[in-house]
């Protein structure tokens, strides 16, 4: 079992603003793309998560499970879990979007919103992977794309 593993027993994930797999590679998450971090980085600490919404997935493989760090409500988390041994197959943490809250599936899509407005849309276990933050116009109001 990995460290990554144990430590979600406890429901704590790393403190990196990115995605972390379980077999160590770390992605950055952009609006438009998502890219592997090829350099060594050093991973911060651990967070401790609050769960908020979860839903099952592809007939029972995985569930992704979405919330914030207990430590800061600002912090965003999204975790995709394999049901088969209820380890994390990847984690996401972001500090940009606020907790996340509601799951849903969309063409294909697992969009994860945030009380913020921002957009996690990922396919499982890992196709591909967006975060779409809110922007205001000039009138305060979302743009509206996912």
């Not at 809250?101 to 196709?127: E, H, N, Y």
Request: charged share 20%; aromatic share 8%.
């Amino acid at each position: 079992m990995t460290v990554m593993a144990i430590k979600w027993r406890n429901q704590e994930v790393r403190s990196h603003n990115g995605l972390v797999c379980s077999n160590g590679d770390i992605y950055e998450v952009h609006e438009t793309w998502m890219a592997r971090v090829h350099e060594k980085q050093e991973l911060g600490g651990w967070l401790n998560v609050a769960i908020l919404a979860q839903e099952e997935l592809y007939g029972g493989q995985y569930i992704v499970k979405c919330g914030e760090a207990a430590e800061h409500g600002s912090i965003g988390v999204v975790v995709l879990e394999s049901l088969q041994n209820h380890e994390p197959v990847w984690t996401f943490v972001s500090d940009q979007s606020n907790p996340f809250d509601q799951i849903t599936i969309k063409g294909g899509w697992v969009v994860v919103l945030s009380t913020s407005g921002a957009v996690l849309r990922f396919g499982a276990p890992m196709r591909e992977a967006r975060l779409l933050l809110t922007r205001t116009s000039i009138h305060g109001s979302n743009d509206g794309r996912l």
